[in-house]
């Protein structure tokens, strides 16, 4: 007996892959557009700022300064005054819940959802 897909099936294997795409696209798109970026220094906040805002920001770290760069709704740790500048080649960050660690500075650069109110679960 011979199984044969009929032109109905193939138009809804179309629109399924078509939807699914949709739905990824959108949601990315949405977390993208409303996210923060929240720099700490030393476990405390030293600035806030939409993801989607261009802007260089200058951050006093415990070893030295960094800057932190948002542009294009991603964000970089572009310099930094640490010997090894691990959080420099870390590059570019655009979805939320990524993070950037200077450790030598201790400062944490993240991406949170804007209604996102603090850290979802902790390790240690």
Same mark, same amino acid.
């Given at each position: 007996?011979?199984?044969?897909?009929?032109?109905?099936?193939? !138009?809804?294997?179309? /629109? @399924?892959?078509?939807?699914?795409?949709?739905?990824? =696209?959108?949601?990315?798109? =949405?977390? #993208?557009?409303? @996210?923060? +970026? /929240?720099?700490? #220094?030393?476990?405390?906040? =030293?600035? *806030?700022?939409?993801?989607?805002?261009?802007? $260089? !920001?200058?951050? *006093?770290?415990?070893?030295?300064?960094?800057? +932190?760069?948002?542009?294009? $709704?991603?964000?970089?740790?572009?310099?930094?005054?640490?010997?090894?500048?691990?959080?420099?080649?870390?590059?570019?960050? @655009?979805? @939320?819940?990524? /993070?950037? #660690?200077?450790?030598?500075?201790?400062?944490?650069?993240?991406?949170?959802?804007?209604?996102?109110?603090? +850290? $979802?679960?902790?390790?240690?």
């Amino acid at each position: 007996m011979r199984q044969y897909i009929t032109a109905a099936d193939k !138009i809804l294997m179309v /629109v @399924s892959a078509c939807l699914i795409v949709a739905s990824y =696209v959108f949601a990315n798109a =949405v977390a #993208v557009q409303g @996210s923060v +970026v /929240v720099i700490q #220094v030393d476990g405390v906040t =030293v600035h *806030k700022a939409l993801l989607s805002e261009t802007q $260089r !920001i200058t951050v *006093k770290g415990v070893h030295g300064e960094l800057i +932190v760069e948002t542009r294009e $709704r991603k964000v970089a740790i572009t310099q930094a005054d640490c010997p090894n500048h691990i959080c420099v080649k870390t590059g570019w960050r @655009s979805r @939320s819940g990524e /993070v950037i #660690v200077c450790v030598p500075n201790k400062a944490l650069v993240r991406i949170i959802a804007a209604d996102q109110k603090g +850290v $979802r679960a902790t390790t240690g």
